[in-house]
Nanobody, 120 residues
């Protein structure tokens, strides 16, 4: 019904930047909250940043001042600008969206994940 496709991960040196993108498609009536999570090896998945349709944002303390989440004009896309990257930011980053589908229920959807690796 709904697919989330991420792009933009890669290998970068500490102090560098990356920009992640995520686009939602399918039988969408509206996309509500969109968010980015990450999961490092041996650790639990954690919230990195979230944004509502109205533009309210929330960030994990560990990324405040370095990462910026934003929505595209179409509201079905979300971006995460990662600046001043640290080795501890290395993880698989997942896009998450709270979606109301056409003639159907509201559900949570996940992307397939994109790897971000920060080298020292």
């Amino acid at each position: 019904q709904v697919q989330l496709v991420e792009s933009g991960g890669g290998l970068v040196q500490a102090g560098g930047s990356l920009r992640l993108s995520c686009a939602a498609s399918g039988r969408i009536f509206s996309v509500n909250v969109m968010a980015w999570y990450r999961q490092a090896p041996g650790k639990q998945r954690e919230l990195v940043a979230a944004i509502t349709g109205g533009g309210w944002t929330n960030y994990a303390d560990s990324v405040k001042g370095r990462f910026t989440i934003s929505r595209g004009n179409a509201k079905n896309t979300v971006f995460l600008q990662l600046n001043s990257l640290k080795t501890e930011d290395t993880a698989v980053y997942y896009c998450n969206a709270d979606v109301s589908v056409q003639y159907g229920p509201r559900n949570d959807y996940w992307g397939q994940g994109t790897q971000v690796t920060v080298s020292s």
